[in-house]
């Protein structure tokens, strides 16, 4: 069911009445380093004018599913701020429509954070359950893709299962950080086995279930809090009912720095897997009104997509630039992205690096000096080894400044964070001095 058709014939034409979706957002998703550091892992932007979390909730809509709730836990401001009552995605709703729950404290009780992806939807199950609903859909709200949960409800319904997880291929190395299952000649997964050291299968769990509700209210407990290394392997060795519904289509998890840069950059692709330009199936944001992208006299584009609001005097090489980008005169960006309101000052150089929101950088400098990859970074080796350099949000960048591969510039560093004359050697990382910014809390 496209976009339009789920917004424009209402709730009584929906065919997955009876099914609440949970969408998980309270990750802090630590591997993605200073962008994720002032926000949750969900509302890191993505493919220029999104966040993650729009592709989850836009997959929803599309899909039918109009009773959505979002947990979030980490850093919630920015994605409350960006959901809001859910206009965007037409889940404004009386009855239904997208609620935000987190964490709650009851009287005379402490607070309990979740402690686990199960132990979150158990600390809400009565919320969930409330209406009535006869399937949960538990979804993770920081994969990038496109799917049609009518579909997946469906199949789950006709087999009887207690629970239904979505599969798909994987190479053996993304293996090791995934939920790996064995599957029999009917569907049936037999071995269930979270993130093994020495995976036997390529077939992995994509963190999408489909549950019945009165499956979901017996399996969780509190001694097990995780849906992957707890639940599922219970319900196989239990008896349960668990069944596989496998995924041919485009599923990215940019849950690292590398696997994130890579996503956005197969947009840039002349057929890209995924296509955001298909209006059978729209991902649905929340946008500001800005004017139109200007692209001056002198300026030069190739294979790059530059949202509304961007001013571009330079040059833009197969770069996605959020809205409010503004690249000066003489300036080159190529094989990056650079998210909302960045500036990239005339004459500088930026390559293969990730501009947070509202960064500065200076007049002449160049960021992503040298050969790929180049030294990783001494602080955060796994984080940072490919090349890139990753700027935080608010931070600046000095005029003439020189910034090696594999350098992450923290969140809001300042120009006296610097070193004398802006020189910056591979592998490096720039803290920031500390000193509170008030404008923080206004930018997200």
Known sequence: MSARRSIFLGESALRTDRAVAVILAGGEGNRLGVLSGVRAKPAVPFGGKYRIIDFTLSNCVNSGIGDVL?????????????????????????IGGVRILQPQVGRGNTANWYRGTADAVLQNLREIVANGAET???????????MDYERFISAHRRSGADVTVAVREVSLDDARRMGVVAVDGRKHITGFHEKPKRPTSRLASMGIYAFTAEALATWLDESRPDFGANVLPAMVAGGAKVMAHRFRG???????LPAYFEANMDLLASKPELDLFDRDWLILTR?????????????????SMISHGCVIEGTVERSLLSPGVRV??????RDSIIMFDAEIGAGAVID???????????????????ELPGAPNRANPEMLATGLVVIGKQAQVPDGASVARNVLVDAEASLSDWPDGGVVKAGTTIKAGGAWNPRRALVR
């Open 352 to 370: 293969h690096a990730i501009i947070d929101k509202e960064v500065k950088v200076g007049r002449a400098a160049k960021v992503g000096v040298g």
């Open 287 to 303: 946008s500001e009104e800005r004017s139109p992208a200007r692209i001056g006299g002198e300026a030069r584009v190739e294979r």
């Open 136 to 146: 949960v859909l538990v979804l993770s709200g920081d994969h990038i893709y496109k």
């Open 250 to 256: 485009y599923w990215q998890d940019v849950g690292t």
């Open 70 to 94: 979002v947990l979030t836990q980490y850093n919630p401001r920015s994605l409350n701020d960006h959901i809001g009552r859910g206009r965007p995605w037409d889940l404004d709703r009386t």
């Open 328 to 333: 000066g005169r003489g300036a080159v960006v």
